[in-house]
């Protein structure tokens, strides 16, 4: 496989970033209208860290790290490197060596659809990882592939320069130009969070604030005591 | 669908209840001639957290949470929330602003077939949970379903007011009309175990205690030394 | 399904496994040329944990743990269990009661290619596990099988008196006659990790390191600045 | 585990029974307000047929057969074999022996939540099977189990004596007591299928038959002709 | 979820649909550079069918078939209906009565990243699909999606009006802009695999043909007679 | 990774081979004590189709088939090629063309626990074929692997010379050196399956045939009518 390594692609805005990453992933996915989610099967191998940063994208062949090694040199301050496979892998591609040579940079954390390994080692450096396996499955560099193009995990496209939040619930998208306004919506929604906090606290229901007792009857659900539930004969 | 919300259903007795919460799931499940575990894919978001309550349950349709609006006000003091839904997802149903509205109304935690997100939030505010996938993928509230009906998670039925203890190693439900039996069951196992660990501690093997040997030899396994196995020429 | 139990297999040197415990999962499968991974569905039940230890091997019936019973007697000092399936499981075939008969034993550890159960006792007793799943489902002891012959996981042999090794990426066999050759190997390849990582963190790139450039020019990949990229018209 | 074997459960009455016989799964699942399918995992070894049956209902051991030969002497006359194990298993605890013996009594086919072998013989002799795995894994007759006790496949609740129903969309569960209503609900959404049908035929949509329109408006969603959407700057 | 219905959207030359669908799906997938495969997840419900069309998009939230009515109206002849879904689902999405309508209309066949049902009656009517799933579960119409948006399936992006093709073998996507260009490299690549195949039938070896002895020797593999391998000592 | 590629190794003797072709694959399996088999995840492409040949063996890389061209060179009449790779993968390894070649060859099927392609030629050109997946994805020549070095696929090692029999039910291995004595126990259980077949069609049932009710006692599995077991209160 041939490839492109793109160089110097536009990034988002530094400061929307740091505005998102104040965010939790759920309240950004919410934010963007439930968008931007790159799938439950990418888990974090550390607890209670969040992260957000630019897109450094890599397409390698599976079993093959070869275009991480290229991918580096395109990394620098504030980046996060999200790397794919042509075909699903769970082969450890990325380790301590490489998170050495990143933090040098000034990257902030990796996204990966494939394994990982180091896990330990990673977690002492905090050097913050999400993935789809922890495996030590070694790797060649024998196939191309690309940098910096657009990449596609659990549905989601991510381009250069992209933004990516990460936390303990997974990892969302925020394309390069909807940053700002994703940052200003996710400010909304956890104001509005805020208040609706504050009411489940004195005991107000979900049910009565989003006006939710006319919808369950228009579906046709309806209340019934259990006596009157379970005499029904129903088998359950 | 249309739906029922089936209101005010026996609940196992709160003493029986505190009294299970005293034994691990893998006890319990024992003491009931091994039946009741809800299978090893729901995998707890905390760690080292026991807990039993009276199930409330939730059949919902997939990517869709309005029925667990309608839950909340079925719930209150010594309740754990349990949700299932009509076909398989991992989408991320339940977050903090669930969790606070069931804390304040003294529910003890949540054991869901489906997606769970806010897992940081949830840990930080002792709010444990049990889930199949953590998602921060939002769902609606567009289609009816049922609460308190009898709902099958893991093969196993859980009917409204059964006792549900999960712990480490998984979540086990308890029949409402079992409590007692099954608490009395788990101290006499409790017991048994704690003879055998003393047993162990001081050398003993399981082969003599349980009578084993015999029956290794009724079965036709043999001990060969090793050297003489080797020289059967069997290919290993 | 009748068997053999093999008594006194031959063992890794004691002084090879103590120094191949001194190296990471991933070093030592690097360093035996990329081989000997158990794979990544075998996770540890705790974090930080790295062990090694001679294999005791059994081989079960699914839903049986008869034979780690017969197994137990076979373990001793210095030993780690290792535990698979005629077929595939996930009950909870191994708890707290075996690690207290095996800890008492001397033995350090277990990998079992099926569930484990009472993790949170493991974890306070220090007694590291690596399993394919979490599960408190019982099992019985009604069927025969075998114990110290050579059983695969994740498509490897292990053979008794192997060398296993675990941590947190997961778990690596070294045959027994290759643990000397193996831990040689894994303190070189340390040495020069030692180097790259000195190198790394001054700033020197893989690219260069590794004389990757060529490779890349040889395989087609090349270089194109973002704007150029983007005028091609490529869909993306 | 000890278990128990039920005999002379009241079975569905047979002319309910052929009635079901005439529609398909979907159809009856549908009929039944969207409830009582088995789930996506049990495909039918053979293409093209559709049966139905009472179920005699087996809950065996994982990797044990023995509780299907107690079953065989409960099966009679247009029965149907229903059979699951307590824990996860692909084991190929059913094959041509079994067949022949069932068939011989009257017995309509399988659904089995675990492996089958000899596909090609079932296939041979006309006997219908669902399964969860194809294997030839062979199976013991060492642990005790139930027959005729409630089973859960899939989620949902089979009773012996209640209506499977199966082709290749999978499988169905009627309860015994609504086997006449889940009839009389097919006919009358066959019929209205029809009318569908034809009106489909003629070019009518599916959004003005069914009123769909005023919903998409509703929920927000618009028309956009492909120009302005592509104006629009969507990335996309 | 809101959403938007885009009509009209530029297709594919009709002559290069036509031209594409000569070839199958592992051919014009190597002659795209190994690019455009859907992933080995979705299956024929059929054997021995090749089809090709212009794709129409839909994009549906789980259990939820509202958008594919809305699809049906912007379908026409020589398209093929392309169905996905906001988060994982293997619900029966589509059946027969779609099938009517969309065949009325020219449709040439379905490709859905989610559940299908009434398989027997497609293969009747000859209505090829492609599916990750069978099942008979229902559907509900209360969400919105879109229609003739770009969609992600299996990591590749399809756009409407972009070349489908599917055979037993998967589903590839041919970017609407590369029609051309991909159904010229096809026939370049099947006629050198002429070349190939003829020299192959002639007892040329691939080894030779494509200069693979040097790089095999470059790559360090050596050949070895078994006996002295044997000898060796390898353990195997 | 470089590797090695063994010249001329034994081979089982060919009419031991003819001999393990005439029964099926569950037969030889139970014949040889329920071992050898590859486990559920290689299906077969074709119905209908047993074969039997001595094993050429493949350890390739993932993404990547150099290694099957020069396995091409060492295979010759009555052999059947087995692939595996050394992490898990999908992608079509394998297509016409190399079938075109091997059964040039006299090569009479192919077992890959990776992905196939060109399934509907294979099945033209009557070229059996058992893999873990169907995917058009494509391969690199890029990196070593080994020739007829023994394999592990489904936790069975396959070593070059042993007989590889496949069918509807699977595909077991028979070691080289016990094909005489596996065809030969095949044929006494077929004998005693005959028998069994003749009795079971003359109604007599496997629980007296095998001595199964004095098992059942012994289990404490009971008999109970059902109106006095719905009685008992059980909750089902």
New interface residues.
């Given amino acids: ?10 990034k988002a805005d530094a400061k929307d970033v740091e505005a998102l990453a104040g965010y ?3 309240t950004v ?2 934010a963007m ?2 968008t931007g ?1 790159l ?2 099967h990418l ?1 974090p191998i550390q ?2 860290v ?1 992260v957000a940063g630019t897109a450094v994208t890599v397409l390698s ?4 790290n ?2 991480i ?2 991918a ?2 395109q990394c620098g301050e504030g980046d996060l490197l999200v790397v ?1 496979t ?7 591609m990325f ?4 998170a ?2 990143l933090k ?1 940079r000034g990257v902030r954390g990796l996204v990966i659809d494939a ?1 990982i ?5 990673l977690r002492d450096m905090d050097f913050p990882a999400w993935s789809a ?6 790797t ?7 940098v ?3 990449v ?2 659990g ?3 991510i ?2 320069g992209d933004v990516i939040l990460a ?4 990892v ?1 998208v925020v ?1 390069r ?1 909807k940053a700002r306004e994703a940052a200003e919506a996710s400010r909304k929604r956890e104001d509005k ?1 805020a208040a ?2 504050a009411a ?2 004195q ?1 107000q ?3 009565d604030r ?1 006006g ?1 007792r006319e ?2 009857a228009q ?8 006596e009157e ?1 379970a005499a029904d ?1 129903d ?2």
Same sequence: chains 1, 2, 3, 4, 5, 6.
């Fill in positions: 496989m041939s490839g492109v390594i793109v160089t110097d692609p536009p939790g992933v759920a996915h919410e209208g439930r989610l799938g439950p888990r607890q209670g969040r062949w599976p079993g093959d070869l275009m090694h290229a580096v040199e794919t042509t075909s699903p892998s769970t082969d450890g380790g301590e060596l490489f050495t040579a040098q394994g390994r180091d896990t330990a080692e396996a922890v495996s030590a499955q070694g060649v560099k024998a196939t191309g592939g690309s910096n193009v657009p596609v995990i549905g989601q496209v381009r250069p936390d303990d619930d997974g969302v394309p130009q969070e609706t906090r489940f606290l005991g229901l979900g049910l989003y939710l919808k369950l579906l046709g659900v309806t209340y019934q005591p259990y539930y004969g088998r359950s």
